[in-house]
């Protein structure tokens, strides 16, 4: 019996990940409209969350089969939670900080080295939280940001 195949995988790992973000949102929603604008990396990111755009379960229970009957219902374009070691000076963690206090959408990017793609988004800076901990914590930030569109690999 063989347990293991000679099967060579195309995963990798976040290493490497990189977010940006800038207050200029794209003039097409599309991998051209966000590759012609200047990003700003926000630095010391050490969990980006998962991302990506989720739909309502809508279900209907018929009284004369008993069966539920599942349906799609409106999506919600999802939420982001980063955690980030607090660097004031840190240009990308004071556009956030400048995002917190806007109404206005900002566009973001994630860059994955190992892959060369990019995942773009726009969406709103709803939290930055800044965590103290305790002597043996890193000074900490969580960052919630509230994604209004849908994702543009590219």
């Known amino acids: 019996m ?32 966000f590759t012609a604008l200047t990003f700003i990396p926000v630095h010391e990111i050490s969990d980006m969350g998962e991302l990506g755009m989720e739909f309502k379960e809508v279900n209907h229970m018929s009284l004369d089969t008993r069966a539920t009957t599942k349906f799609k219902g409106s999506y919600d374009a999802g939420t982001m939670q980063l955690t980030l070691a607090k660097v004031i000076t840190d240009a990308g963690q004071a556009a956030l900080i400048a995002a917190l206090n806007s109404d206005s959408d900002q566009a973001f990017n994630i860059y994955f080295p190992q892959t060369s793609t990019n995942i773009s988004v726009t969406g709103k800076v709803m939290s930055y939280k ?25």
């Open 2 to 33: 063989t347990i293991f195949t000679n099967y060579t995988t195309a995963a990798h790992t976040s290493a490497g990940a990189q977010l940006s973000i800038s207050a200029t949102l794209p003039a097409t929603y599309d991998a051209p409209g």
């Open 130 to 154: 800044t965590k103290v901990g305790n002597v043996d914590s890193m000074l900490t930030a969580t960052v919630k940001l509230a994604l209004t569109n849908y994702l543009v690999e590219h």
